[in-house]
């Protein structure tokens, strides 16, 4: 096992609530510099199913996002996912997130007349608030008309858990995906023909299997892999984790409308804390950590309907861009073909309905 730099304590800041804080290291570019490899399979086709533009953390804007992806993996397109950023500084709360799908569409337009090799943003998700119940309707059509054709869903994040938080912004209702409002919101998403992400922790996939029973229409996107915790008191329960995960995917599966996105363990909620190495992981060191993690959800749900995500630069901080794919070849090595256009770049461009 690599060395340790001395990092603060996070176990040991707590909110108001008694919860345990983790927050979202940024990325070390010089810490990251640290360690190169080749490219695996560079020709393989790559829709990067997730990834922010922001201006929090030193930022990350199009000339960061165009670094990465061109760091030697054949990046065809990608995802936004709404990142709180350029909200609507006027008009009512509850249409000011339009602005970000406005300013994204923007970035998106810029680098297509940049006749780049690259589709930006080719499906934009944006956020609305579901508690609004029925009366969010005109806030998507608003979205739809501010994506100029990218507009393909909503993140409203749903993600909580009783003894651990890393969102102090606002306290999350453990069951909010139960609401009442919450799900008359999402079937006005469904009636829209959108897409709905969930971002939830693996303590609260059962809730995420029932709403998704009650919108068979309504493709729901699990993401982060349903986010198996590693940290706080969950560091010390690894197997009993795990065991919950898997058998919560497993009855998630069942469910034909739910797809999944293979990433973000990046996170320092899961628990690998590879940015506290005094050198970057190996894409070899990630595979080996990260492989039960992948090939579980690949094998339950199929390749038709998992797709792998980058989540930068979230995970920036914890790989570089190059290193991260890596990774998730080198876990996916013995697929067919196949298998292997469904999970790099066939599911996102289907559920996402991308125009490549």
């Known amino acids: 096992m690599q060395s340790k730099i001395n990092v603060l304590n996070l176990n040991e800041e707590r909110d108001p609530h008694g919860r345990l804080i983790f927050r979202r290291p940024p990325p070390n570019k010089g810490w990251l510099e640290l360690h190169t490899e080749p490219v695996i399979e ?5 829709v990067d199913s997730h990834h922010h533009i922001w201006d929090q953390d030193g930022g990350y804007m199009l000339e960061d996002l165009l670094d990465d992806t061109s760091s030697g993996h054949r990046i065809i397109a990608t995802v936004f996912m709404q990142s709180h950023w350029c909200y609507r500084k006027e008009g009512p709360e ?29 499906g934009i998700v944006g956020f609305a608030d579901m508690e609004l119940g029925d009366e969010v309707a005109p806030i998507l059509e608003a979205l739809i008309e501010a994506g100029n054709g990218r507009f393909r869903g909503i993140r409203h994040a749903t993600v909580s858990d009783n003894r651990i938080t890393n969102n102090l912004a606002r306290v999350l209702p453990f069951d909010m995906l139960q609401n009442s409002k919450f799900q008359r919101g999402l079937a006005q998403l469904q009636a829209a023909g959108l897409n709905f992400d969930a971002w939830i922790y693996h303590t609260q996939i059962p809730q995420l299997i029932k709403v998704a029973r009650t919108f068979p229409r309504l493709p729901f ?18 197997k009993e984790v795990f065991k919950d995960w898997c058998a919560s995917l497993k009855e998630l599966a069942t469910c034909p409308n739910v797809y999944i996105k293979l990433g973000g363990l990046g996170m320092v909620v899961f628990g690998f804390n590879f940015h506290e190495h005094l050198k970057p992981p190996s894409s070899q060191i990630l595979a080996d950590e990260w492989r039960p ?7 339950l749900f199929g390749s038709k309907r998992c797709m792998f995500e980058s989540n930068f630069p979230v995970d920036k901080a914890s790989s570089s861009y190059l290193t991260l794919w890596n990774a998730f070849k080198r876990i996916t090595q013995g697929a067919s073909d196949t298998d292997k256009f469904w999970l790099y770049s066939g599911t996102a461009t289907s559920t996402y309905k991308l125009s490549l």
Do not use: T
């Open 94 to 122: 509850a249409m000011q997130p339009v602005g970000e799908v406005e300013r994204v569409a923007i970035v998106a337009k810029a680098a297509e007349r940049s006749n780049l090799p690259i589709k930006v943003c080719a």
């Open 42 to 46: 560079p020709n393989l086709a790559i």
């Open 221 to 238: 996107i699990l993401n982060h892999i349903g986010a198996p915790l590693g940290v706080g008191p969950y560091a010390a329960m690894r």
């Open 293 to 299: 993690y992948l090939e579980i959800p690949i094998e």
